[in-house]
């Protein structure tokens, strides 16, 4: 049986795809997720649905240290509380009002999520950084396999022309497609940089046929 995808971390995306005063998309195992930044730079991660009319909040925008609603501008702070209705001016929302959160944070240029907030810190890479991600038709087991390697907790080390690289491993919120981001040595020249991004793109391309195959390992 496939191993399930639901670490105590998950890496939802790379800290480049969230440039300052943004919101993106993203989701855990078990629920869809609206990362957003704040003008501060501090990254957040609330449940991707406006408690108001159920809109997902990963299509508003950002305003300084809030996230707004596209639909009807219900501002919430990172503490998940409503901060203001646009239509209501001059009143103070309720404490009851609010949007789940999780526990987020960045490291290695990837962006970590978590459901549980006493877990320890998130994963160290080694002297990695984040270079790209992709989504793919295809299990764990079978990109270990078309490496030729062990598949970790959720992570692939690899080596790609001598570099050192390591694929972490998440759910990319469609059936039977994976997220991966990958990561190379912190120092890695351009050269390298193009290299193992097409060697990315190979092995996409293996283990989506492999999938096709019904050859998982």
């Known amino acids: 049986m496939p191993k399930e995808i639901a670490p105590v971390w998950t890496p939802v995306a790379l800290s480049s795809d969230l440039p300052v005063a943004s919101v993106i998309p993203a989701r855990l195992a ?3 997720l609206a990362i957003w930044r704040a003008q501060s730079g501090t990254v957040s ?22 996230l707004s609603c596209i639909y009807h501008g219900w501002r919430y702070g990172k503490s998940g509380k ?22 987020a944070g960045e490291r290695d240029g990837v962006i970590w999520v978590t ?7 998130m994963p160290s890479n080694d002297g990695l950084t984040a270079l790209r991600s992709i989504a793919l038709s295809t299990t764990a087991e079978t990109l270990a396999a078309c490496i ?22 998440a759910p ?15 120092g890695a020249s351009q050269a390298q940089k193009i290299a193992a991004s097409n060697a990315l793109e190979v092995l996409r391309r293996q283990a989506e046929s492999a999938a096709s195959r019904g050859e998982a390992a």
């Not at 409503?82 to 526990?103: F, Q």
């Not at 022309?161 to 972490?168: F, I, N, P, S, V």
């Not at 039977?176 to 040595?185: A, C, D, F, N, V």
């Open 45 to 66: 991660a609330v449940a991707d649905r406006c408690p108001h009319r159920g809109m997902r909040l990963s299509h508003g925008f950002v305003r300084g240290e809030a």
């Open 82 to 103: 409503c901060l203001a209705i646009p239509a209501h001016p001059s009143l103070t929302p309720p404490d009851a009002i609010r949007v789940a959160t999780y526990r």
């Open 172 to 186: 990319s919120g469609e059936d039977g497609m994976l997220l991966l981001h990958l990561l190379i040595e912190s």
């Open 115 to 121: 459901a549980d907030e006493n877990t320890a810190d």
């Open 30 to 32: 078990t629920a869809a």
């Open 148 to 169: 030729g390697t062990d598949l970790g907790e959720n992570a692939i080390d690899w080596a790609i022309d001598g570099m050192k690289a390591r694929l972490l491993i």
